[in-house]
């Protein structure tokens, strides 16, 4: 079957560092996607991965590695607005976007 | 900014009861996606359209769902009857096209609770 794991729900600090893991097991593999999703909203495009590295946009980054079938988000110099929910996605060899269920960032002052 | 547009923002009804949502996609966006949300989960897939054409509407139940987008433009998508269990967030998206690397574009989402 075809899976991916995110932690549920983590907390950080305002002003502070944090990283996001994702770990997938699909058929194929054709990029990675982390989304954004505040409460109540639509998901919104955060990055898109499919080479092995780091990709830096801003305070955000993301990283793959398709050997380990692992991907992090990291968000630096955190912001009380950055609490949302996370969602990682993997694009299967059907070209199928297989969703995460999830990580509810909670920002503290 | 071109948005994908969808209505109603929120519905409330009576199980047994028919349902309808509208979603209008950004402009020249080929591929429209349905989704199903459930609080604390991913968007679960509906339904995927290329154009006018149905590409995968494996996970739709279609005993009371169904979906069209006849002019290859706007989509619908009916529920009939609806079910206490179908109460969750209606996602809309659009892309340009079904290629691996394009972003999917969501519009503000319908709530629906069944009653």
């Known amino acids: 079957g075809q899976n991916i794991d995110q932690p549920t729900e983590m907390t950080a600090t305002e002003g502070a560092i944090v990283q996001i893991n994702c770990t997938y097991q699909?058929?194929?593999?054709?990029?990675l996607f982390w989304y954004q999703q505040h409460a109540g909203e639509a998901p919104t495009f955060l990055s898109y991965?499919?080479l092995d590295g780091l990709e830096e946009k801003g305070r955000f980054s993301s990283f793959l590695s398709r050997s380990k079938g692992y991907s992090y988000l990291l968000l630096k110099e955190l912001q009380m607005k950055d609490s949302a929910s996370y969602l990682c996605?993997?694009?299967?060899?059907?070209?199928?976007?297989?969703w995460g269920a999830g990580t509810k960032l909670i920002i503290k002052p | 900014e071109a948005e994908v547009a969808q209505s109603p923002r929120y519905k409330i009804t009576e199980k047994s009861q028919a349902v309808a949502f509208w979603c209008d996609p950004i402009?020249?966006?080929?591929?429209l996606y349905w989704y199903r949300q459930i609080l604390g989960q991913g968007p679960e897939l509906l339904v995927q359209?290329?154009?006018?054409?149905?590409?995968?509407d494996s996970q739709l139940p279609k005993d009371r769902f169904s979906a069209e987008r006849l002019k290859g433009v706007d989509s619908t998508l009916k529920i009939q009857p609806a079910e206490l269990g179908d109460s969750a967030m209606y996602l809309c998206?659009?892309?340009?096209?079904?290629?691996?690397?394009?972003?999917?574009?969501f519009g503000p989402g319908t709530r629906l609770t069944v009653l």
């Open positions: 998206a659009s892309s340009p096209s079904a290629d691996a690397y394009n972003e999917q574009f």
């Open positions: 996605a993997v694009t299967d060899s059907n070209y199928q976007l297989i």
């Open positions: 991965n499919v």
């Open positions: 402009s020249g966006h080929a591929t």
């Open positions: 699909t058929s194929g593999f054709n990029g």
């Open positions: 359209f290329q154009d006018e054409s149905v590409v995968d």
